[in-house]
């Protein structure tokens, strides 16, 4: 059994940075990838970055390119989301997941069906 607990979130303005922290707990001996998800009110959730526990293969959504960053701590289990010139279209609950499978592609690692443990999610307001 695994556990995932995100911490990090809040409200900042336009322009502003977050990091947010996910740690998994558990069994996590099994691990391929962990990831960033986020849902936006009234849209479905969407794929953000994902980040493979041994090789350090990232991968990441178009529009997060370039001011996103995913990245990972195996010692403590720990992923990580630095979010640098935040957006109000970024205002969503952001999830971090874990994935048990494997898979080297954007398009594999954006799929949900793909994870196989989900944090609770976090919830991240960017002000215009």
């Known amino acids: 059994q695994v556990r995932l607990v995100e911490s990090g979130g809040g409200l900042v303005q336009a322009g502003g940075s977050l990091r947010l922290s996910c740690a998994a707990s558990?069994?996590?001996?099994?691990?391929?990838?962990m990831a960033w998800f986020r849902q936006a009110p009234g849209k479905e959730r969407e794929f953000v970055a994902a980040?493979?526990?041994?090789?350090?293969?990232?991968y990441s959504t178009d529009s997060v390119k370039g001011r996103f960053t995913i990245s990972s701590d195996n010692d403590k289990n720990t992923v990580y989301l630095q979010m640098d010139n935040l957006k109000p279209e970024d205002t969503a609950v952001y999830y971090c997941?874990?994935?048990?499978?494997?898979?080297?592609?954007?398009?594999?690692?954006?799929?949900?069906?793909?994870?196989?443990?989900w944090g609770q999610g976090i919830q991240v307001t960017v002000s215009s």
């Open positions: 997941a874990i994935s048990r499978r494997a898979g080297g592609s954007n398009y594999y690692r954006r799929t949900e069906s793909v994870y196989d443990y």
């Open positions: 558990g069994r996590t001996f099994s691990t391929y990838a």
């Open positions: 980040i493979t526990w041994s090789a350090v293969t990232t």
